[in-house]
């Protein structure tokens, strides 16, 4: 085939392949798919495993220290979850072709990103109810919305994972109830713990559309349903009230209701945090990817042992057959 | 050659895009190939699905039901794994 021909087939599969998205069918692995769709889906399901593993870190952080065995077995629980994400996540990223070697390695060497929210440490129990309620809460907003995602490996692992995900953000709150209408010191907890996690929180949304590389190709393709800018103005509204049950004070003071937009305004983000972050300079970025290294050498031998035990009951099963 | 020592195979359909695949049943053939069209022929005569799986039974490594207990039991006794577990105050309906 000549290159030129080539490239009208290729061009004619495109065409198709957009009919079919635009249609609302779901694309599954071994159909054609244009690389960069490809391309696109490995960045933002890898990236979306990545989070979900190092996501344990600051957690784990406070499991030994968990007030009570209840709280201890809750958050063990929640944590033990968070695994299993990213056991989903990378399983079904897998489907496109990539290795999930070549993932572990993208994210121990830095190319390839995980939500900088993770990389902002747990100073206090209080923060164990403000990642519940807040970080799981804007997760969970995104990922209902990629219940929808044209991915259909994609699509049914975040069906899943919303299942699960829905006592994570309820558990949070129950702790952050709880501190809130105790003593003055936990209520003071509590706040603290609220305005050190909102703004990361809002930020885990991505930057603005505007500002977006990815965005516009994304929701061409059905990879991402609602923009960032949308999904970050619902999990706004939508903390309001929640904020005002704890009797907690607002971390935005510029927060008002727009009647004539039926959303409430609120103040703009301080993106060079963000993108500082993003690049490397949280508080914790080192420490998250140096502890993931370490737990996955210290893993190793684990992996060795399962070779030598399956070359070992090869080489029985082939010795009894003789 | 015997035709008394056939394969079995696993049948599994999807319905309809999106879908997961649903185990739907089994057959005999003589190899992979012929499971999938044995399996388009009497599992998805009226338009049952869109894809088939098949996959020898055999290759399926399943759990036992008499097991169970000891198997699933770890997660019975773990009901803060559920939402329904953490009431929510009744001002709070959005969440
Ligand atoms: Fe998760
Ligand atoms: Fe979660
Ligand atoms: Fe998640």
Same mark, same amino acid.
């Given at each position: 085939?000549?290159?030129?021909?080539?490239?009208?087939?290729?061009?004619?599969?495109?065409?198709?392949?957009?009919?079919?998205?635009?249609?609302?069918?779901?694309?599954? !692995?071994?159909?054609?798919?244009?690389?960069?769709? $490809?391309?696109?889906?490995?960045?933002? *399901?890898?990236?979306?495993?990545?989070?979900?593993?190092?996501?344990?870190?600051? &957690?784990?952080?406070?499991?030994?220290? +968990?007030?009570?065995?209840? $709280?201890?077995?809750?958050?063990?629980?929640?944590?033990?979850?968070?695994?299993?994400?990213?056991?989903?996540?990378?399983?079904?990223?897998? #489907?496109?072709?990539?290795?999930?070697?070549?993932?572990? &390695?993208?994210?121990?060497?830095?190319?390839?990103? %995980?939500?900088?929210?993770?990389? %902002? !440490? #747990?100073?206090?129990?209080?923060?164990?109810?403000?990642?519940?309620?807040?970080? /799981?809460? +804007? +997760?969970?907003?995104?990922?209902?919305?990629?219940?929808?995602?044209?991915?259909? @490996?994609?699509?049914?692992? *975040?069906?899943?994972?919303?299942?699960?995900?829905?006592?994570?953000?309820?558990?949070?709150?129950?702790?952050?109830? &709880?501190?809130?209408?105790?003593?003055?010191?936990?209520?003071?907890?509590?706040?603290?713990?609220?305005?050190?996690?909102?703004?990361?929180?809002?930020?885990?949304?991505?930057?603005?559309?505007?500002?977006? +590389?990815?965005?516009?190709?994304?929701?061409?393709?059905?990879?991402?349903?609602?923009?960032?800018?949308?999904?970050?103005?619902?999990?706004?509204?939508?903390?309001?009230?929640?904020?005002?049950?704890?009797?907690?004070?607002? @971390?935005?003071?510029?927060?008002?209701?727009?009647?004539?937009?039926?959303?409430?305004?609120?103040?703009?983000?301080?993106?060079?945090?963000?993108?500082?972050?993003?690049?490397?300079?949280?508080?914790?970025?080192?420490?998250?990817?140096?502890?993931?290294?370490?737990?996955?050498?210290?893993?190793?031998?684990?992996?060795?042992?399962?070779?030598?035990?399956?070359?070992?009951?090869?080489?029985?099963?082939?010795?009894?057959?003789? | 050659? #015997? #035709?008394?020592?056939?394969?079995?195979?696993?049948?599994?359909?999807? !319905?309809?895009?999106?879908?997961?695949?649903?185990?739907?049943?089994?057959?005999?053939?003589?190899?992979?190939?012929?499971?999938? &069209?044995?399996?388009?022929?009497?599992?998805?005569?009226?338009?049952?699905?869109?894809?088939?799986?098949?996959?020898?039974?055999?290759?399926?490594?399943?759990?036992?039901?008499?097991?169970?207990?000891?198997?699933?039991? !770890?997660? /019975?006794?773990?009901?803060? $794994?559920?939402?329904? %577990? %953490?009431?929510?105050?009744?001002?709070?309906?959005?969440?």
């Amino acid at each position: 085939m000549s290159d030129h021909t080539k490239l009208e087939v290729e061009h004619e599969l495109e065409i198709a392949f957009q009919a079919k998205i635009d249609d609302e069918q779901k694309v599954e !692995p071994k159909d054609w798919m244009p690389e960069g769709y $490809r391309k696109n889906l490995i960045r933002q *399901m890898s990236q979306h495993a990545h989070s979900e593993v190092i996501g344990m870190q600051p &957690e784990g952080n406070w499991i030994t220290r +968990a007030p009570s065995l209840r $709280r201890k077995a809750v958050l063990l629980a929640k944590v033990q979850d968070e695994a299993g994400h990213g056991l989903y996540l990378y399983s079904a990223t897998e #489907t496109l072709g990539i290795s999930r070697s070549q993932m572990i &390695e993208a994210l121990q060497t830095g190319t390839a990103k %995980y939500a900088s929210i993770f990389n %902002y !440490p #747990t100073q206090t129990w209080g923060d164990m109810g403000a990642i519940g309620w807040l970080v /799981d809460g +804007a +997760a969970i907003c995104n990922q209902v919305s990629l219940q929808r995602t044209s991915y259909g @490996p994609y699509a049914r692992g *975040m069906i899943r994972i919303c299942k699960e995900e829905s006592f994570h953000q309820r558990q949070g709150y129950q702790i952050m109830i &709880e501190l809130a209408h105790g003593t003055p010191a936990q209520k003071k907890m509590a706040q603290d713990s609220l305005n050190r996690f909102y703004w990361p929180s809002l930020m885990m949304f991505g930057p603005h559309d505007s500002d977006s +590389a990815h965005s516009a190709k994304s929701m061409k393709w059905k990879i991402k349903r609602e923009t960032n800018d949308d999904l970050r103005q619902k999990f706004i509204d939508q903390t309001v009230s929640q904020i005002e049950y704890l009797g907690l004070e607002h @971390p935005d003071k510029a927060l008002v209701w727009n009647e004539e937009r039926n959303h409430y305004d609120s103040s703009d983000l301080d993106w060079d945090e963000f993108y500082s972050v993003i690049n490397g300079n949280g508080h914790c970025n080192r420490q998250r990817i140096q502890h993931h290294i370490k737990a996955h050498e210290e893993g190793a031998w684990v992996r060795e042992a399962m070779a030598a035990y399956k070359q070992k009951k090869q080489l029985k099963n082939a010795t009894n057959a003789a | 050659m #015997t #035709t008394e020592k056939l394969e079995l195979f696993e049948v599994f359909v999807r !319905p309809k895009r999106g879908l997961d695949h649903k185990h739907v049943g089994s057959l005999h053939a003589e190899d992979k190939e012929q499971a999938l &069209e044995y399996a388009r022929d009497v599992y998805t005569r009226r338009t049952e699905g869109i894809s088939i799986w098949v996959v020898k039974s055999g290759d399926i490594c399943a759990s036992q039901e008499d097991d169970r207990e000891s198997f699933f039991d !770890p997660s /019975d006794d773990k009901p803060y $794994r559920h939402a329904t %577990y %953490y009431p929510l105050p009744k001002e709070i309906s959005n969440m």
